[in-house]
């Protein structure tokens, strides 16, 4: 305040006591400045974003090109010039043998993991695990290693529980939740294991597949293999230090391919391996089409997740330009009233109420000439979706489409994910498009329009399963390539005041039903 011009009442401080200055000893000091000099731009600044106009140039698709591994170092002679401690989820058909091999010989430390039946510590480099103990097997498993105080915690780890020469699976289960508990599930238990243990970093880990990935024109073996994209794509984002490359594999994988893979400079990358030849997975600009497609007049439309904002979108849009019989199927535990109900329904329960506004909605949907039937079904249930499906072909015909829209979203980081907060996500996605797939097989629909999410690409963190929920979309859609329906996935980003990532980013953002408060906010009245 002083130096600023201000001054004081010393009176107030010290009364009329007599004060004596005192002469205090010097110091010496540096004279050295600490004041930041201005600098000089050293690294071009990013561009800024431009907004394109032109809709039709907005879309893009996942390409391949060809790609070597970022490989130092030539593995049939140098292998031995950086010795790691890896831990190898070993597969059964003998894959990762002659990698561990060579890795051992060339002076690398390598932990060896098998699918068993209990968790056993056959030795101090051996062990098995039972992927079905869940996140518990994972962390006994690294905080072993790390207790051991030997050197065997890993600074690289491969995975190729994936890798499958025949399907086999135990008693009771199928090969489809064998790849995704040896897969996805494999991968997010180890990815909380690292959190929960504190395993030291940097890690790089390398996940090898077969049929998780198709080449241009190939049609995709094992869709629920793709969902490693989940855990290899968000994991990195959430713990620090980790990257994780993911790479499909055919019969012409040779151990020095794989040993370059692992031997590459760590970094979060996509890859197929084909004919002996390595492809990196990139995004390549695809125009979207000028003109509407050629759908007929009149055609019957079933949309799951019907009652949701994207879905009543594409009703309207689809009544408006074609004409469209729709069929809205939606989970709803409490049915439309009969139509003669409806007055008094709105009447007595306001316009907040969820069976109101959905009657508003097919009021809208009928008032634009559409001819709107609603089935409640629970899309992962098949008798229910059985029984809706041929009452919507008793009201409407054949459907000529099917646009599966349903979702639901649970942000949470890794560590805070359970097996039940997962399954809820994967349950209208993943379980509710095997229910559709059963009841309406290739042929019986013209179309089917899979709504995926850019978050496949994004990788949001937060988002592990919705990011494997909706990978499993496109690669079924890739799995169905050559078949009589038609099946495409489009990867959505957010829409405009609609859909499940409008909604959370309006509640972020404070909309007017961000906050509802169940109690006051005060223990009194004011």
């Not at 390409?63 to 030539?74: L, Q, S, V």
């Not at 996140?135 to 890993?154: C, H, K, M, N, V």
């Not at 469209?324 to 939606?330: C, D, E, F, S, V």
Request: aromatic fraction near 8%; charged fraction near 20%; charge should be negative.
């Amino acid at each position: 305040i002083w130096a600023l011009g201000g001054s004081f009442d010393w009176a107030q401080i010290w009364g009329e006591a007599k004060r004596h200055r005192v002469e205090l000893p010097t110091y010496a000091f540096q004279r050295a400045r600490y004041f930041i000099e201005p600098g000089q731009t050293t690294v071009d600044a990013a561009p800024a974003l431009d907004r394109i106009d032109d809709i039709s140039q907005w879309g893009t698709r996942i390409a391949w090109k060809p790609a070597y591994a970022d490989c130092e170092i030539d593995v049939s002679t140098d292998l031995g010039t950086d010795p790691q401690t890896w831990l190898v989820f070993a597969d059964e058909d003998g894959t990762a043998a002659p990698v561990m091999d060579r890795l051992r010989r060339a002076g690398h430390k390598v932990v060896e993991v098998r699918a068993g039946d209990t968790y056993a510590r056959k030795s101090d480099t051996s062990f098995t695990l039972a992927p079905e103990h869940g996140r518990e097997a994972y962390a006994r498993l690294l905080a072993d290693l790390i207790a051991s105080g030997t050197g065997t915690a890993p600074t690289r780890i491969a995975h190729f529980w994936l890798v499958t020469r025949k399907e086999c699976f135990r008693p009771g289960s199928s090969f489809l939740h064998r790849n995704i508990e040896q897969g996805f599930y494999a991968l997010m238990f180890l990815a909380q294991a690292m959190q929960s243990e504190t395993l030291p970093q940097p890690v790089h880990m390398v996940v090898f597949s077969n049929g998780a990935q198709a080449l241009e024109g190939e049609a995709l073996r094992y869709p629920e293999k793709a969902m490693i994209a989940g855990p290899a794509r968000v994991a990195p984002r959430e713990i620090a230090g980790l990257t994780c490359a993911t790479l499909d594999i055919d019969a012409t994988a040779t151990p020095d391919m794989l040993l370059e893979e692992l031997c590459a400079t760590p970094a979060s990358t996509t890859a197929l391996l084909r004919a002996g030849k390595r492809y990196g997975q990139v995004l390549r600009s695809a125009p979207l089409p000028d003109t509407l497609p050629d759908i007929p007049e009149g055609a019957h439309w079933v949309i799951t997740g019907g009652f949701g904002g994207i879905g009543l979108s594409l009703a309207e849009d689809l009544i408006k330009r074609f004409k469209a019989r729709i069929t809205l199927i939606a989970i709803a535990r409490t049915p439309l009233p009969d139509r003669a109900d409806w007055a008094d329904w709105q009447a007595s329960h306001g316009p907040a109420d969820t069976t109101t506004r959905r009657i508003l909605a097919v009021e809208r949907l009928e008032a634009l000439g559409g001819q709107v039937h609603v089935a409640g079904a629970d899309v992962c249930n098949i008798d229910q979706m059985r029984d809706a499906l041929n009452a919507a072909t008793a009201a409407h015909g054949a459907p000529y489409g099917l646009i599966h829209a349903a979702g639901h979203m649970a942000d949470a980081p890794i560590l805070a994910k359970s097996t039940g907060d997962v399954e809820e996500v994967f349950a209208p996605k993943l379980h509710g498009l095997r229910v559709l797939d059963s009841l309406l097989p290739d042929g019986s629909l013209a179309v089917m329009a899979l709504f995926s999410s850019s978050s496949t690409l994004t990788a949001p963190v937060g988002q592990v399963d919705y990011v494997a929920a909706n990978e499993y979309l496109n690669a079924f859609a890739r799995s169905r390539i050559g078949g009589k329906t038609r099946v495409i996935a489009l990867d959505w980003g957010i829409w405009s005041e609609a859909g499940m990532a409008a909604d959370a980013m309006a509640t972020r953002l404070g909309g007017p039903d961000a906050q509802r408060a169940r109690q006051p906010l005060r223990p009194t009245a004011v």
